[in-house]
């Protein structure tokens, strides 16, 4: 079967840097995504790596390891508004997005 | 905002009504999407549709009933639901639904089923 796994929950200060990995098994590969959800609203689009390494966006930044299965969403800075769960999901071989469970991040003054 | 609309945000409805949530996408997209989200649980892909055509349909109980008029407009008709529907449930849209384009949520409809 196709599945994402993420961290259910993590912790992290404010100003400080925080790395949100996800791994995936699924039926092909056509690119990864990153959305953020704050409680409440809608997913927002981050990210998306479809070749291997490092995508920088200003504080946020996303790593694709294919053969290896794996990505992570970094964050820089951080700030109390960064609150927020955070996506990871997967375009399989079908173009069909297959999606992890979130993970929910706290940041502490 | 995102570009898509939802309504109603709020939903309450008994298991024998019949109620309609409504999408719409000012974005020029050719994609639009129906999604389920339970907490905890990952995004539920429920229906797809490219061009106005449904292209997926992922075993979703009859009892959903999707309808897509023209490319900015998504219904999702509810009848005889029952209390394990009660979700958010959340529209998107997309410039296709293959490709690397992502995806524009709308805020959902947040459903209870009494």
């Known amino acids: 079967g196709q599945n994402i796994d993420q961290p259910t929950e993590m912790t992290a200060t404010e100003g400080a840097i925080v790395q949100i990995n996800c791994t995936y098994q699924t039926s092909g590969f056509n690119g990864l995504f990153w959305y953020q959800q704050h409680a409440g609203e809608a997913p927002t689009f981050l990210s998306y790596n479809v070749l291997d390494g490092l995508e920088e966006k200003g504080r946020f930044s996303s790593f694709l390891s294919r053969s290896k299965g794996y990505s992570y969403l970094l964050l820089k800075e951080l700030q109390m508004k960064d609150s927020a769960s955070y996506l990871c999901?997967?375009?399989?071989?079908?173009?069909?997005?297959?999606w992890g469970a979130g993970t929910k991040l706290i940041i502490k003054p | 905002e995102t570009g898509v609309t939802q309504t109603p945000r709020h939903l309450v409805m008994g298991m024998t009504n019949k109620k309609s949530l409504k999408c719409e996408q000012h974005?020029?997209?050719?994609?639009m999407y129906w999604y389920k989200q339970s907490a905890k649980k990952p995004l539920e892909l429920m229906f797809v549709y490219n061009f106005k055509e449904q292209t997926e349909n992922n075993s979703v109980p009859s009892r959903f009933s999707p309808e897509c008029p023209n490319s900015s407009h998504l219904f999702l008709h509810l009848h005889t639901l029952q209390p394990e529907d009660s979700a958010l449930y959340l529209c998107?849209?997309?410039?296709?639904?293959?490709?690397?384009?992502?995806?524009?949520f709308g805020p959902g409809t947040r459903l209870t089923v009494t």
């Open positions: 974005l020029g997209h050719n994609a």
């Open positions: 998107a849209s997309s410039q296709e639904s293959s490709g690397s384009s992502e995806q524009y």
């Open positions: 999901a997967v375009r399989d071989s079908n173009y069909q997005l297959i």
